[in-house]
């Protein structure tokens, strides 16, 4: 009787300091800087640091370049797949101008490799992600979080519609 009692407790405890932990990080994330503002600075680290897709690792051009970032880790579900497939398929075929002259670039990008890492605390991600930022001159000078992504996967049509004016957005103002 004494062990089980002890196992209660030690799985209640166990069970009250994730929740813990959980608020304090929903917490510190949402009395952060807001992501429409201008976020970390921007090193050699995220000129490069992507997997897969034919723009990863092009070095950013002078002038304004826009970037659409989908980041996942190495496990990924159906829903994580649809993401990224509706993410690219928004950008590929709403921007092919933009896309062929370099003003905007779709980069995948796993945050579960050691030289990525540094996108989970530069960005908040809490979840795979699609993040779209604005670059000028090499300089990072804006960034949103298209956290919506999640909410709109069962409709290809407001998907779309919500990443090309989320890039849109940015390329508007690049």
């Known amino acids: 009787m004494k062990v089980k009692t002890v196992a209660t407790f030690a799985l ?3 069970v009250l300091a994730s929740v813990v932990f959980l608020v ?3 917490w510190k994330r949402s009395n952060g800087v ?3 503002s201008p976020g970390p600075a921007v090193d050699a680290r995220a000129e490069g640091g992507g997997t897969g897709g034919a723009s990863t690792g092009q070095p950013l051009g002078q002038g304004p370049t826009v970037v659409a970032y ?3 880790g190495n496990v990924r579900c159906v829903s994580c ?3 990224e497939t509706l993410s690219r398929k928004a950008v590929t075929e ?3 101008e933009e896309l062929k002259s370099g003003r905007l670039q779709f980069r995948e990008v796993n945050i579960d490799e050691p030289q990525n890492r540094h996108f989970t605390e530069d960005y908040r991600l809490s979840s795979q992600s699609l993040v779209i930022v604005r670059f ?3 300089r990072q000078v804006r960034w949103q979080n298209l956290e919506k992504v999640w909410t709109l996967l069962d409709s290809e049509r407001e998907f779309i519609s919500y990443v ?3 890039v849109s957005g940015f390329l508007g103002s690049a």
């Open 94 to 96: 709403g921007f092919p």
């Open 81 to 83: 797949v649809k993401i």
């Open 12 to 14: 209640l405890a166990f």
């Open 24 to 26: 304090a990080k929903e």
């Open 34 to 36: 807001p992501a429409s």
């Open 164 to 166: 090309r004016d989320g």
């Open 70 to 72: 989908y980041f996942h």
């Open 136 to 138: 000028h001159d090499g």
